[in-house]
C-alpha cells in the first residue's frame, strides 16, 4: 500500500490494520528536500541587503 499521496486524516482515521507505521512514516527523503530547500530560500531572501523585517507589504 502507498500512503505518498494519502491525506493524513484519512491516514489516521482508519481502521486498516494491514496498515504500519514505517509505510506512514518512513522514506520522507523528497518531503525533507522540499522543506529544506524552502528553509534555505528562506534565510537567503531575510539575510539579504535590502531586507527590511518592518516591511509588511513585500512578499
Do not use: I, K
Not at 499521496?5 to 506512514?24: H, K, P, Q, V
Not at 528553509?39 to 523585517?53: C, I, N, W
Amino acid at each position: 500500500m502507498d500512503v505518498a499521496g494519502r491525506d493524513l486524516r484519512a491516514l489516521f482515521s482508519t481502521n486498516d490494520r494491514s496498515l504500519a507505521a514505517n509505510e506512514a512514516f518512513t522514506n520522507r527523503q523528497a518531503q525533507w528536500e522540499l522543506v529544506a530547500a524552502a528553509l534555505t530560500e528562506h534565510q537567503q531572501r531575510t539575510s539579504a541587503a535590502g531586507f527590511d523585517v518592518e516591511d509588511l507589504e513585500a512578499p
